[in-house]
């Protein structure tokens, strides 16, 4: 039973390492990826979505903004425990629960603007780009085949996609006091997004911090120059 459990603490921890070393591996080809999709979120929620959302629903806003960047902790943070544990479905589902919200609230920004919503779904793809390969790797390393991760990882675009329609389909159908706390749900998960890219990003500090006011400014000046 020790031996077991060894070997399977050993197996765990091989995988952990594959899919860290395949996402630093693209994460440092493209090394400006994640910073400035970094700035980008923020841009987005400071400049843009947090103003309206409060403009319309009020302070209730502030309360939906710490609903979305809990729940987009609470499934970051599953989803990297429970691929850790090998539990691959469940994992699987986890990455499809997630993208999902990713979708969800790039369609959120396009109810600020068609630009706006064009520069944050920049974002989202820079963002995701490390990440589509770790989850390949993830999914083989916890004994699924290539052909079947490959199969998961294309269902993980189309329900990005149908988060995406869904949203987007339906936004206009809302009232304003919900319509400003959805965005305001969206900026909060915004801001974990935004602290996730820099956090995993792979230049150094000064570079990377630039990147960020860089994607912020470019935000805050479609805001400007739209009035």
């Known amino acids: 039973m020790t031996k077991n459990s060894g070997l399977a603490r050993n197996q765990t921890r091989e995988r952990d ?3 860290e070393e395949r996402e630093h591996e693209l994460a440092q080809r493209f090394p400006w990826l994640l910073p400035l999709s970094a700035g980008i979120f923020l841009g987005a929620a400071i400049f843009e979505m947090f103003p309206e959302a409060f403009a319309q629903a009020g302070a209730s806003a502030g309360l939906w903004a710490v609903v979305g960047l809990v729940l987009f902790i609470v499934v970051r943070d599953g989803l990297d425990y429970l691929g850790q544990h090998g539990l ?9 629960l997630h993208s999902f919200l990713e979708g969800a609230v790039t369609a959120t920004s396009y109810g600020i603007s068609f630009v706006v ?25 916890a004994g699924i085949s290539l052909r079947s991760a490959l199969i998961r990882n294309g269902i993980t675009w189309l329900l990005l996609i149908a988060g995406f ?36 990003r792979q230049w150094g500090l000064a570079s990377s911090l630039a990147l960020v006011v860089v994607g912020a400014l470019l935000v805050g000046a479609l805001k400007v120059i739209m009035g």
């Open 17 to 19: 390492d594959r899919v």
């Open 88 to 96: 691959a479905w469940v994992a699987t589902l986890g990455i499809w």
């Open 117 to 141: 919503g064009l520069l944050v779904s920049a974002g989202m793809i820079l963002h995701l780009i490390p990440e589509v390969g770790a989850v390949i790797v993830l999914l083989t390393a």
């Open 165 to 200: 329609v869904v949203t987007f389909l339906y936004w206009q159908d809302l009232p304003p006091s919900v319509l400003g706390n959805v965005l305001a749900f969206g900026a909060g998960g915004f801001l974990y997004l935004a602290y996730l890219s820099f956090k995993e």
